[in-house]
């Protein structure tokens, strides 16, 4: 009998990739060995360095026709430029398209891709309450029931999804809130969450069992998804200059979810050193290093773990941990 795999994908980022290239990547990881793809929903990239924002739904659909593994929107916002039952209709035609490899990830969104449509931004607890209250349009839709809404929030006319897979696809929220992620485990199936430290992602998980179990599930059952990022490359110096230059935002220790514009990061940016995305992104030009930090939120419980290096030289990458990073993991 086979031994079991870790469960590693590839992080498609659709704010640093054209959208043909981001698709070919996602061929380029899956025979390297990654099990998937996560790729976000952006309106626009963090900087205006990065350089593309293409349109998740188009970019997953491509995805899913050239491989055969899981693919999933971690996250997207049904609150501000969506409404929910777009994407409920959205996610229930990819997982008819393609039974069994859709999963549906929500956020309570960023300013950077949701203001631009220039309706209110609010704070925090009414995006989290936005957000649960879509999670329930789209759960209903999902039933395959007539559904109306009348809610806080959200208007719904009585309809239907009229196409719609055998099963739905699961939800999951992305949340690095330890409250969000209580609700989370008793409204969804799965949480996604970024990588900051082993004892952060425990602590966060553990809030969603307890919200599951309030529910009645069986936390085992559900997901626990972490996006790592990560700077790797041959040259140890090359691997701390593309984190500054290709990824800055993640040297920066505040919620950006306020910020509007790619320009405001960019001057935020000029600040970033090497040293700042210490505890936030490991930077390293050895594999082995990764896989031990890797390993350290599989340990902690993660059922499936999404990576995404900073480095333009994608394949490169990819090659590399394919070959002696993936294998050495342990579910």
Same mark, same amino acid.
Request: hydrophobic fraction near 40%.
């Given at each position: 009998?086979?031994?079991?795999?870790?469960?590693?994908?590839?992080?498609?980022?659709?704010?640093?990739?054209?959208?043909?290239?981001?698709?070919?990547?996602?061929?380029?990881?899956?025979?390297?060995?990654? +099990?998937?793809?996560?790729? +976000?929903?952006?309106?626009?990239?963090?900087?205006?360095?990065?350089?593309?924002?293409?349109?998740?739904?188009?970019?997953?659909?491509?995805?899913?026709?050239?491989?055969?593994?899981?693919?999933?929107?971690?996250?997207?916002?049904?609150?501000?430029?969506?409404?929910?039952?777009?994407?409920?209709?959205?996610?229930?035609?990819?997982?008819?398209?393609?039974?069994?490899?859709?999963?549906?990830?929500?956020?309570?969104?960023?300013?950077?891709?949701?203001?631009?449509?220039?309706?209110?931004?609010?704070?925090?607890?009414?995006?989290?309450?936005?957000?649960?209250?879509?999670?329930?349009?789209?759960?209903?839709?999902?039933?395959?029931?007539?559904?109306?809404?009348?809610?806080?929030?959200?208007?719904?006319?009585?309809?239907?999804?009229?196409?719609?897979?055998?099963?739905?696809?699961?939800?999951?929220?992305?949340?690095?809130?330890?409250?969000?992620?209580?609700?989370?485990?008793?409204?969804?199936?799965?949480?996604?969450?970024?990588?900051?430290?082993?004892?952060?992602?425990?602590?966060?998980?553990?809030?969603?069992?307890?919200?599951?179990? @309030?529910?009645?599930?069986?936390?085992?059952?559900?997901?626990?998804?972490?996006?790592?990022?990560? @700077?790797?490359?041959?040259?140890?110096?090359?691997?701390?200059?593309?984190?500054?230059?290709?990824?800055?935002?993640?040297?920066?220790?505040? @919620?950006?979810?306020?910020?509007?514009?790619?320009? +405001?990061?960019?001057?935020?940016?000029?600040?970033?050193?090497?040293?700042?995305?210490?505890?936030?992104?490991?930077?390293?030009?050895?594999?082995?290093?990764?896989?031990?930090?890797?390993?350290?939120?599989?340990?902690?419980?993660?059922?499936?773990?999404?990576?995404?290096?900073?480095?333009?030289?994608?394949?490169?990458?990819?090659?590399?941990?394919?070959?002696?990073?993936?294998?050495?993991?342990?579910?």
């Amino acid at each position: 009998m086979a031994a079991a795999k870790a469960r590693v994908g590839y992080a498609a980022m659709l704010e640093r990739f054209a959208p043909a290239e981001a698709v070919q990547l996602a061929v380029d990881a899956e025979d390297a060995g990654f +099990d998937g793809i996560m790729a +976000d929903d952006h309106f626009q990239p963090w900087t205006p360095h990065q350089g593309q924002a293409g349109f998740v739904w188009n970019v997953m659909t491509a995805m899913a026709e050239r491989t055969r593994g899981g693919v999933g929107v971690g996250a997207t916002c049904p609150s501000f430029r969506w409404h929910p039952a777009v994407v409920a209709q959205a996610a229930a035609t990819l997982e008819s398209m393609y039974p069994g490899r859709h999963w549906l990830g929500i956020g309570s969104g960023e300013a950077i891709s949701e203001h631009v449509v220039g309706g209110y931004w609010p704070e925090a607890p009414q995006r989290i309450a936005r957000m649960f209250e879509a999670i329930e349009i789209i759960q209903k839709l999902f039933s395959g029931r007539d559904v109306r809404h009348d809610g806080r929030f959200f208007t719904l006319e009585r309809t239907r999804l009229w196409t719609r897979p055998a099963t739905p696809p699961p939800i999951y929220v992305a949340t690095s809130g330890p409250v969000t992620a209580r609700r989370a485990g008793a409204a969804c199936d799965g949480i996604i969450t970024v990588a900051t430290s082993r004892e952060k992602v425990a602590a966060l998980f553990g809030r969603f069992d307890e919200g599951a179990r @309030s529910a009645g599930k069986d936390p085992d059952t559900l997901a626990k998804v972490v996006q790592v990022h990560l @700077s790797w490359a041959p040259d140890e110096d090359e691997a701390a200059a593309q984190a500054v230059r290709e990824w800055p935002n993640g040297a920066m220790r505040f @919620s950006k979810a306020d910020v509007r514009s790619p320009h +405001d990061i960019e001057q935020m940016a000029r600040l970033v050193r090497p040293e700042h995305f210490q505890g936030q992104l490991l930077i390293s030009a050895d594999p082995d290093e990764h896989r031990r930090e890797i390993q350290r939120y599989l340990d902690a419980g993660a059922t499936h773990v999404y990576l995404h290096n900073v480095g333009t030289d994608q394949r490169a990458w990819l090659k590399v941990f394919g070959r002696e990073v993936l294998p050495r993991l342990s579910p």
